[in-house]
């Protein structure tokens, strides 16, 4: 009893400290069975299932391996990773075959390191098929939100003062929880390091797991000098929304060539009739002088 009330104190405490610290997080728990199924192993050779998993924007990572062998004789178990072959299980599902005190089942819990594919494979030595029940379950935890912009193309590459520049990408939210409103800001970064804004994108949502398109046209202003430019992308640079990885919300990406003023004609106009104008005016100021003589 007093060890429940101490519970219950230490609960009441951490929801009061928590909001004021804003240091400790209290992660959305999430449980995912990837495998449930049952495996016919033939005699003297092996079966294997796979399943992929995403770490990003997941923390507290536990997968769950559960087995157990039909016949009551045992198999041999090994599970690896696609990347690195690293073997993070290797075990039996029993004892000895004769052994009273054989359990006939397996289960073991691992970390997974990386995102990626992972392979469960039963072996059985024997000279006669088995059959084993397997089941996998994924259990990790989501604190916030998690996005990542990807660059998609700029064009044109070459750009006159008061011509439009084109930049699409695409924002990807990796984590199982959305993100509220944020803008997207969209900079042309100099040589030297100096920014250029040149639009600014709110956005309302990003849904769990979703990827949004963005496509931004805007005109190059005079204030941007000439020069060599590359294309900087933020996320949410005010900090609208805690994340995950505040890390990787900044791409650059793209060149772009701001060549300044344009040498082509203004619209309307024709090459030369600035000459032509002078010219009559000077004739209509001789002419007007003659009359006056």
């Known amino acids: 009893m007093i060890h429940f009330r101490f519970e219950i104190f230490t609960i009441a405490v951490l929801a009061i400290l928590v909001p004021a610290l804003g240091v400790l997080s209290i992660y959305d728990t999430f449980e995912i069975e990837l495998i449930n199924e049952r495996l016919t192993v033939p005699a003297e050779k092996y079966s294997y299932v796979s399943f992929n998993v995403s770490l990003i ?21 090994y599970l690896f990773d696609e990347d690195s072959f690293r073997l993070y299980m290797e075990g039996k599902s029993a004892g000895p075959v004769f052994s009273a005190r054989a359990e006939k089942t397996y289960s073991k819990v ?6 990626g594919n992972y392979y469960l494979v039963v072996e059985n030595r024997d000279p006669f098929k088995k059959t084993v029940d397997v089941r996998v379950v994924w259990k990790y935890g989501v604190s916030a939100p998690d996005l990542f912009p990807e660059f998609v193309g700029v064009y044109p590459s070459e750009v006159f003062w008061g011509e ?13 929880m959305k993100a509220e409103a944020h803008y997207i800001v969209i900079y042309l970064e100099s ?3 100096k920014l250029f804004e040149i639009d600014r994108i709110k956005v309302d949502t990003i849904l769990a ?5 963005f496509s931004s046209e805007k005109l190059v202003s005079e204030n941007i000098p000439r ?6 992308i933020v996320v949410d640079p005010l900090n609208e929304i805690e994340e995950y990885n505040e890390t990787n919300n900044t791409i650059y990406v793209g060149k772009v060539f701001v060549k300044g003023e344009s040498q082509t004609p203004t619209r309307g106009t024709t ?13 209509s100021v001789s002419l007007l002088i003659r009359k006056l003589k």
Not at 209 to 213: A, D, G, I, V
Not at 227 to 232: A, E, I, S
């Open 271 to 283: 090459p030369g009739f600035e000459i032509f104008a002078s010219v009559a005016a000077l004739a």
């Open 164 to 176: 439009k520049l084109c930049i699409d990408f695409r924002v990807k939210n990796f984590s199982p």
């Open 209 to 213: 797991e979703e990827t949004k398109s």
């Open 110 to 115: 691992f970390i997974p390191e990386h995102s």
């Open 227 to 232: 020069g060599l430019y590359r294309v900087k």
């Open 57 to 77: 924007g997941k923390t507290q990572n536990r997968i769950s391996v559960d087995l157990k062998e039909i016949n009551e004789k045992y198999v041999n178990i």
């Open 191 to 193: 040589e030297d390091g």
